[in-house]
């Protein structure tokens, strides 16, 4: 097996800063890279130092360190500037990186997909461009962190040629748009609504959309689930599930790449096509970890994010993941519509956020005995496939069943309702 790249990360922490929290993440994005985290340092400072982001003396630790703990990598908590990175690289002799650039490496191993190479290609170059200028030492890096990818040896070619490189990419993403679009418009025609599932990375969205797959599709089950797992940026491209209601009305939910403090300007702007799909959902569920230690921050963090792409109103339901992990008396789990605890992995709740949503889009449903004639039998295939019924039984003039409806349409139905529940 290779040897991890060995990691050391640097961090200013400005006045009360939560920046020890930060170093956590930092961690677990380097883990996502597969490099070994060797070392912290942390300094306190009142202010990002313009030639050197950390002090002149502190730079000159680093490079002690590095030399000391044979490190390969050193990782800048925040975004450099071209110029800090060069004068860093001039007195530490490793491969200085900044957290930006270990994002953009994460999303170059997980873009499976040619619209998600194209998008991590884009935000590559646009970080590139700024830092190409007098910049002495990318054809040093070689290889690992922050040099993967499809745009890494595009990093030696002139601004010219990546400018081109650039607007070639996204007049391809352009067109990918265009099929994007049409997909939409058609779900639009359709009227099925869209419910997004939104949140930090590694809160489990992707685990909660392998659930509802799972309870709806029973041999194809497995062939329709996404990839999920313990690292951050599990997942890179929008996927679309179809998935049934209590009622039995229709909605498609989609899961997407993660949020995170911070998140790469290049990413947000690449990543456009992708994030804005969020836009046309007809409720986000905004999915939280509850044992996440820094609920607070990562909520609003995911909130701010929201507003910003989707820049209107859309109804949220906020969703706290994972309570299997917490002891039972610890919390207050009583679900509303607005506000459901669940754990997807255990399957448990599945039912209630079901329920609220499907309350939040169609409202009360009534369960009923209908009697539908045989002059009308299209009305009862009509509800067959699009609500909930059972307990068919047939007689010469046309068939009685149960089914739900939804309060607001009662009315179309009136003629044929025996029974109310
Ligand atoms: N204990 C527990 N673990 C869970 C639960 N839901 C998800 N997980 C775990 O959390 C980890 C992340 O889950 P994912 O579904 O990949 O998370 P995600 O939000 O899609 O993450 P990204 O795609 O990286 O943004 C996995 O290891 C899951 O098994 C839960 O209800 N309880
Ligand atoms: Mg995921």
């Not at 071209?82 to 191993?109: H, P, Y």
């Not at 007809?282 to 989707?310: M, S």
Request: hydrophobic share 35%.
């Amino acid at each position: 097996m290779e040897d991890k790249e060995r990691c050391l990360l640097v961090a200013v922490q400005l006045t009360e800063d939560e920046n020890e929290n930060d170093m956590e993440e930092l961690t677990e994005l380097v883990e996502a890279a597969e490099g070994e985290v060797i070392s912290t340092i942390i300094q306190n400072r009142h202010g990002i130092d313009n030639r050197y982001y950390v002090g002149q003396g502190k730079v000159e630790e680093i490079a002690l360190y590095v030399k000391e703990l044979e490190i390969d990598t050193v990782i800048f908590n925040d975004e450099l500037t071209g110029s800090q990175i060069r004068n860093i690289e001039e007195i530490v002799d490793a491969k200085v990186i900044d957290r930006t650039n270990l994002i953009l490496d994460i999303f170059a191993r997980r873009a499976f997909t040619k619209e998600g190479q194209l998008q991590v290609e884009l935000a590559q170059l646009k970080y590139s461009l700024p830092r190409l200028i007098g910049s002495r030492n990318f054809s040093r890096l070689g290889g690992g962190i922050g040099t993967r990818g499809p745009g890494e040896q595009k990093l030696e070619i002139d601004r010219r040629r990546i400018k081109e490189k650039i607007s070639d990419i996204q007049s391809q993403l352009q067109e990918l748009e265009k099929v994007r679009e049409t997909k939409r418009k058609k779900r639009l025609k359709d009227q099925v609504p869209i419910i997004s599932i939104v949140g930090y990375t590694n809160a489990g969205k992707s685990t909660l959309l392998n659930v509802l797959v799972e309870s709806q599709y029973k041999e194809e089950a497995e062939s329709k689930k996404v990839y999920a797992d313990n690292m951050l940026f599990a997942t890179l491209d929008t996927e679309l599930r179809s998935v049934k209601l209590p009622g039995g009305k229709k909605v498609i939910f989609s899961d997407t790449v993660g949020f995170i403090k911070k998140l790469p300007t290049q990413i947000v702007e690449a990543f456009k096509g992708t994030l804005e799909e969020i836009k046309y959902a007809d409720i986000i569920i905004h999915l939280i970890d509850i044992n996440d230690e820094n609920l607070r921050l990562h909520k609003e963090t995911t909130t701010d994010l929201i507003e910003k792409i989707t820049g209107r109103e859309i109804p949220v339901i906020t969703v706290y993941n994972k309570i299997d992990k917490i002891s039972g008396d610890n919390i207050r789990t009583i679900s509303t519509n607005d506000i459901v605890y669940i754990s997807a992995k255990n399957k448990f709740n599945i039912d209630k956020l079901l329920e609220a949503i499907d309350y939040k889009l169609n409202g009360n449903k009534i369960k009923c005995v209908l009697r539908i004639p045989n002059s009308d039998l299209k009305t009862y295939y009509y509800l067959y496939e699009n609500r909930n019924t059972s307990n068919e039984k047939y007689d010469e003039n046309g068939i009685i069943f149960d089914a739900v409806l939804y309060e607001n349409e009662r009315n179309n139905y009136e003629k044929y309702i025996e029974v109310i529940y």
